[in-house]
T-cell receptor, first 113, second 113 residues
């Protein structure tokens, strides 16, 4: 069965500092991977996705993520965070031919001035 | 021009009542989903419909019944509400096929008292 682990429940970063959110997945087949962001009281918004090809993918709002098959990881990064990036971030994994996405438990990001 | 919309946004009701949540998408997608997000932000799929046909039915109590009158709508009806049903329910849609990113609605916060 596919699974996703986000080891960090809560991360606090200073505004302007760099950010890396960790995501590890477990799946036997070729995975496709997503990062979603959920602002307070809002739905989930897709930040970026990986299906195949270039392992470094660019997303919206200046985010990027790198797929590392050897480490079963898909970490999210941003070089300089803004106060508006404070939110809950979810990593999700699925597979080709399977409509079902499995979500991680989320990482809450707090930005301090 | 909201992509995925849900009504109502908030729903407060008493145990034992029956309630419905409506979802509509104007993206022309073939597949729609219902997710439940619990108080710890854990997001779990409940149902998925493809072109009005049920394709994913997770271990959800029979009190929950999805209905898809057409491929743009997926409603969720809940009978005999229980305290444990309190959660945020998200509707989502995707094109399906090789394009698996899912687009989420704003959520419906259900509180059962």
């Amino acid at each position: 069965a596919q699974s996703v682990t986000q080891p960090d429940i809560h991360i606090t970063v200073s505004e302007g500092a760099s950010l890396e959110l960790r995501c590890n997945y477990s799946y036997g087949a070729t995975p496709y991977l997503f990062w979603y962001v959920q602002s307070p009281g809002q739905g989930l918004q897709l930040l970026l996705k990986y299906f195949s090809g270039d392992t470094l993918v660019q997303g919206i709002k200046g985010f990027e993520a790198e797929f590392k098959r050897s480490q079963s990881s898909f970490n999210l990064r941003k070089p300089s965070v803004h106060w508006s990036d404070a939110a809950e971030y979810f990593c999700a994994v699925g597979s080709f031919g399977n409509e079902k996405l499995t979500f991680g438990t989320g990482t809450r990001l707090t930005i301090i001035p | 021009d909201t992509a995925v919309s849900q009504t109502p946004k908030y729903l407060v009701t008493q145990m034992g009542n029956d309630k419905s949540i409506k979802c509509e998408q104007n993206l022309g997608h073939d597949t729609m989903y219902w997710y439940k997000q619990d108080s710890k932000k854990f997001l779990k799929i409940m149902f998925s419909y493809n072109n009005k046909e049920l394709i994913i039915n997770e271990t959800v109590p029979n009190r929950f019944s999805p209905k898809s009158p057409d491929k743009a709508h997926l409603n969720l009806h809940i009978n005999s509400l229980e305290l444990g049903d309190s959660a945020v329910y998200f509707c989502a849609s995707s094109q399906g096929g090789t394009s698996y990113e899912q687009y989420f609605g704003p959520g419906t916060r259900l509180t059962v008292t």
